[in-house]
């Protein structure tokens, strides 16, 4: 290993004014040497300084590289009479935290705790607290270290194949299934498993199923007296959510779920035919590989056959953000049972349905969500109509609507607030409206309606 002079003067420089141990005086020159391990580099820098010291009598050096804990500058002070004076400092940029040893303990210890968990790729994060990094890049700046590696680097490097040697895991630069965190300056250590994505599509066979889980209406959901501190409402029924997110947890042996869906349907409504997509995300799963097809199973066994889940494959974090961006502009395909107040012709219900087809319905926010939103407009657009009569005052309607669209109110009117309406355009009171979700499709064409937040429709 050649060293020029110039690396020898700032090592000079460095010595004379901090006590380094061999490590960070090799990790501030490494990338000189790259292949080399940073406190064989240190070591070869204090004995050429020691050596050079020696030629010129440099006393100063001699005492930086002692305060360093060079031994052989050490016993030189002692033959002088100056052992005494000055001895072997803690290093001033680790304090002694960063070694081999300290990394190897907090690395058999990640790797340890890692063992609980299924997971085939990893990472590996080290912190370093502020007050380090910022005398690091003084260090690097004032003595013009442009070889130096951050602890960080160098840290994060060791534990990497360190990790890697004792699991026989792979490396993942993005998207581990595991990450270990390390800080060597507090001796401590964590393992985080990524959380694990289930995408799929669900379907609903009851009418008193909510989506998500009712939240208590004096606390939502933090907990107080009237809840008897569950933070829930005391429902018909547990929610979509949690008849698919519950056997979940037991399945990948998670710590949580949440429980993305696109869009939701009332209460009341079922979801059927092709199902609306959802998300499952699991946090903190002790397994990764799980049959999906026995999770449908599990869904299907713990909600007594009301929720069932299709579809399903392995999801990104980018799924969700589509689900929630894309769920307005995609199309909505809903079954609607109408009994109305009084016998209707089938020419007339047919001649209403022609009126509807393609026009943009004018919604002022239903009264029922009222107290939950902002009273605005919103444009929807009726794509597909067609009916079926079930028998005089009832008929089924088969829509193709815009996301978003409220579709009981295009129905009933909502006292005028939706226009155009089934009622308006009828002239006769719908009595009882049964909303089925029969799918969600990608609009075809360029017909595509502005997107906004996810809402509720139905
Ligand atoms: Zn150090
Ligand atoms: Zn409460």
Redo the contacts with the bound molecule.
């Keep these: 290993m050649g060293i020029g002079e110039d690396v020898l003067r700032k090592v000079r420089a460095l010595l004379i004014d901090h006590a380094?141990?061999v490590?960070?005086l090799g990790r501030l020159f490494a990338l000189t040497w790259p292949d080399r391990p940073r406190s064989e580099i240190g070591s070869s820098l204090m004995e050429a300084a020691f050596e050079e010291a020696m030629r010129s009598n440099d006393k100063d050096l001699i005492r930086g590289l002692a305060r360093s804990g060079h031994a052989g500058s050490a016993s030189l002070l002692r033959g002088w009479g100056e052992g005494e004076e000055v001895g072997a400092e803690p290093?001033e940029?680790?304090g002694?935290k960063?070694s081999s040893d300290s990394i190897g303990a907090l690395v058999r210890g990640a790797a340890e705790k890692a063992s609980a968990y299924e997971y085939s790729t990893f990472s590996v994060g080290t912190f370093v607290p502020p007050h380090v990094r910022s005398l690091e890049d003084h260090l690097i700046s004032a003595y013009g270290l442009e070889a130096a590696e951050s602890i960080r680097r160098d840290v994060t490097r060791e534990a990497r194949r360190l990790f890697a040697e004792l699991t026989g895991k792979q490396f993942a630069q993005s998207n581990p299934e595991l990450e270990v965190l390390l800080d060597p300056f507090t001796s401590t250590y964590e393992v985080r498993p990524s959380p694990v994505m289930v995408r799929g599509r669900y379907l609903k066979h009851s009418r008193s199923t909510p989506q998500t889980p009712w939240l208590c209406d004096s606390c939502w959901g933090r907990g107080c007296d009237a809840c008897g501190y569950t933070g829930r409402r005391e429902g018909p029924d547990l929610s979509i959510a949690e008849y698919i997110g519950l056997p979940a947890l037991e399945l990948w042996g998670a710590m949580g779920f949440t429980f993305h869906a696109a869009g939701r349907e009332d209460l009341d409504a079922a979801v059927e035919g092709t199902g609306r997509p959802f998300v499952l995300e699991l946090s903190e799963p002790r397994r990764r590989r799980v049959d999906l097809e026995e999770f449908a199973r599990r869904v299907r066994e713990f909600s007594n056959g009301k929720v069932e889940v299709i579809g399903l494959g392995p999801a990104t974090r980018a799924d969700v953000r589509f689900l929630k961006t894309e769920t307005e502009r995609k199309r909505k395909v809903y079954l609607v049972r109408v009994a109305f107040s009084s016998p209707v012709p089938a020419d007339e219900v047919l001649r209403a349905c022609g009126r509807l087809r393609g026009s943009v319905i004018e919604q002022r926010t239903p009264t029922r969500v009222l107290r939950r939103r902002g009273d605005r407009l919103r444009k929807r657009t009726v794509h597909e109509v067609t009916a079926v009569q079930i028998d005089e005052r009832t008929y089924e309607l088969t829509l193709v609507v815009d996301g978003g669209l409220y579709v009981k109110e295009l129905i009933h009117g909502d006292n005028g607030r939706t226009r155009p309406s089934l009622r308006e355009l009828l002239g006769v009171e719908p009595e009882r409206i049964e909303l089925t979700v029969l799918g969600v499709q990608e609009p075809s064409g360029t017909a595509q309606s502005s997107g906004g937040r996810p809402a509720s429709e139905g």
């Design positions: 380094l141990c490590r960070c290093c940029l680790c002694g960063v």
